[in-house]
């Protein structure tokens, strides 16, 4: 930790997906954050196309997905807290 604040390593940059859901104890890559984010909106999209659900599905699906992942994230953070 003291590398990063002497300025002697440069932090890695977190992607926008992980800021904006608050992730502290996960590591998601950046093809993890496109995958979530934007394969949730297509895979919602296409099965809308094929009108197999509603189009809410398009906003309900990524708004689910993100909602596992920072319960995930509060998980993991629990477990290494008391583990």
Do not use: Q
């Amino acid at each position: 930790m003291s590398e990063y604040r002497h300025g002697r390593v440069s932090r890695p940059r977190r992607p926008w997906y992980a800021k904006a859901l608050g992730i502290k104890h996960l590591y998601l890559s950046n093809l993890a954050c496109v995958l979530l984010f934007e394969g949730t909106v297509g895979l919602g999209v296409l099965m809308a196309l094929t009108e197999l659900v509603s189009w809410w599905v398009v906003l309900i699906l990524p708004l689910s997905v993100a909602a596992m992942v920072k319960l995930n994230d509060l998980v993991a953070g629990a477990l290494s807290r008391h583990g």
